[in-house]
């Protein structure tokens, strides 16, 4: 399968269309934002790591009942998924407090929750991609209560299997973001990406940050920590 016109450039990602109209091809590159923008760079490497890490645990989670956009990796940066409306929304799981979980209630970073926790941002880079209640979310429409309840219970059963999995490589999953989208027949899949850039990463013995938050803190040892993941999940 080839890639056609470019339909859309993000922050870490381009998306082109095929011959096929049900499907897109995704390019993940190694450009890095943080901030919503305001801080940009590169991080070597981070793309191959991306687009591998994010199929690999796409089809682990399809086999675990979760249905998702994966359809085929095509090399290392490039990827075939199911042509999908992405709901805009930031769909945040929470297992440990950190980020701005921890700045919004005053829980020191590294606080385990005592359940884990669900939130959604209005994806909207205008308005800084404000937190979102279900009840607003309806207002505006972004969603109906089906797609939000469908959304939720992915959501918990990819935070169940994804924090057992990576506890087998001495990974706790703190947090993480995930992007939902719908098909042309209206099902919802779980679709963007599951990577260090998405979810915060921890080691279980040191609590050294193995993710994107090296880059936002400005700690160094970014790219090492990207490879450092690659090498946990995928052996390489
Ligand atoms: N996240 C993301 N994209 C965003 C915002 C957050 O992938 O635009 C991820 C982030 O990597 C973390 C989780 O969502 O794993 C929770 O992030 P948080 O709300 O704490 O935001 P931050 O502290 O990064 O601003």
Redesign the pocket.
């Known amino acids: 399968m080839e890639k056609l016109e470019m339909l859309y450039e993000g922050k870490a990602k381009k998306v082109y269309a095929t011959a096929d109209p049900e499907k897109f091809i995704v390019s993940y590159k190694d450009d890095a934002t943080a901030l919503n923008g305001k801080k940009k760079g590169t991080i070597a490497g981070k793309g191959e790591i991306n687009n591998r890490m994010t199929n690999y645990l796409m089809q682990k989670l399809e086999d675990a009942g979760v249905p998702t956009h994966f359809v085929e990796e095509l090399n290392g940066r490039e990827t075939v998924v199911k042509k999908v409306t992405i709901v805009p929304l ?1 769909v ?1 799981v ?1 297992n440990v407090a ?4 921890s700045k919004r209630y005053g829980v020191e970073e590294g606080t385990v929750l005592k359940a884990p926790s669900l939130e959604y ?1 209005y994806k909207c880079d205008a308005l800084d ?1 404000p937190l979102i209640n279900d009840y607003h979310i309806l207002a505006i429409g972004l969603a109906t209560r089906e797609e939000l309840d469908t959304i939720a219970k992915y959501a918990f059963a990819v935070n169940e299997y994804l924090k057992n999995f990576l506890k087998a490589y001495n990974v706790d999953l ?4 995930l992007e939902f989208g719908k098909t042309s027949d209206g099902t919802i899949v779980l679709a963007d990406e599951i990577s260090p ?4 990463f921890w080691d279980s013995i040191t609590h050294e940050k193995l ?2 938050d090296r880059f ?1 803190r400005d700690m160094g040892g970014v790219e090492e920590a990207y490879q450092e993941m690659m090498k946990r999940i995928l052996g390489e």
């Open positions: 930031e945040i929470r950190a980020g701005s979980f941002s991609d703190i947090d993480f973001k850039d998405t979810c915060r993710d994107k936002r």
